[in-house]
């Protein structure tokens, strides 16, 4: 029901390891064992003040660190294994459109619990800043498309010729001084 799977990149059933290691170690503490109809019984936890000292150092940092990067694509293109730019194209194309296909869910998730009236605010602020993340990913593929040809003939560094296509593609990117854009 929560969507853990979607948002935070665990499945359901790795969530109860995680509870009898968490339980084994102190920080959530079975409070009762109950029974819904014909459903399987399931242990309700409460979180021990052990539990709520580390959750404070999981919220500051999940809070206060930058982390945003995904070194896997990154490790991907810098080594592809022997990927020429056509095989690269092909692969990361299939990444791209399920990018847009999550993209897409996503949104029509978001607007389903707003119409249900269903979003609290700092629901709404992850749809958003998940949106947003998949949307700087999908603007980074299409920028990548044009350093594909230098990624999949190698490292450029120590050549003397002109500017790769990749420098020029960065190059793009960067703010001018001014402001101006």
């Known amino acids: 029901m929560t969507g853990i799977e979607s948002w935070g990149g665990v499945k359901v059933g790795a969530l109860y390891g995680m509870l009898h290691r968490m339980e084994s170690e102190g920080l959530v503490e079975p409070v009762r064992t109950e029974q819904d109809g014909g459903r399987p019984q399931r242990t309700v ?47 990361l194309a299939v990444r791209r459109e399920a990018l847009a296909g999550q993209l897409a869910e996503l949104v029509a998730s978001r607007e389903l619990h707003r119409r249900e009236d269903h979003l609290s605010a700092a629901s709404l602020a992850g749809f958003r800043r998940t949106e947003l993340h998949l949307e700087a990913e999908l603007a980074w593929h299409r920028e990548l498309a044009e350093m594909l040809p230098d990624i999949a003939e190698g490292d450029r560094r120590d050549r003397p010729e002109s500017r790769s296509r990749a420098d020029r593609a960065v190059t793009k990117l960067r703010p001018r001084r001014d402001g101006a854009s």
């Open 45 to 91: 936890y409460a979180i021990t003040d052990a539990g709520r000292a580390e959750l404070a150092v999981h919220l500051d940092r999940a809070l206060t660190g930058p982390f945003v990067r995904s070194t896997t694509v990154e490790a991907a293109l810098k080594w592809p294994g022997g990927l020429d730019h056509e095989a690269l194209a092909s692969r």
